[in-house]
């Protein structure tokens, strides 16, 4: 029993040991990396747009 509790152990260990290596030609490697997506800012107020399309911040203003 103690041998077979061991056994997995050990290869539970070498499994984390080889996730945690990056190699360079592996696919999605670079994608995982790279983090978040820059948010979308309006081009003509600068304020952040998160739901995309018109900004409505632009249509505001120009009401007032």
């Known amino acids: 029993m103690f041998k077979i509790i061991s056994l ?6 070498v499994l984390a040991m080889l996730g945690r290596l990056r190699w360079p030609g592996r696919a999605g490697g670079a994608k995982r ?5 820059k948010p979308r800012i309006c081009p003509q107020c600068g304020r952040y ?3 995309g399309g018109p900004c409505r911040h ?5 009401q007032v």
């Open 33 to 37: 990396m790279r983090g978040l997506k």
């Open 58 to 62: 632009c249509d505001d203003e120009g």
């Open 8 to 13: 997995f152990l050990i290869f539970i260990a």
């Open 49 to 51: 747009n998160l739901r």
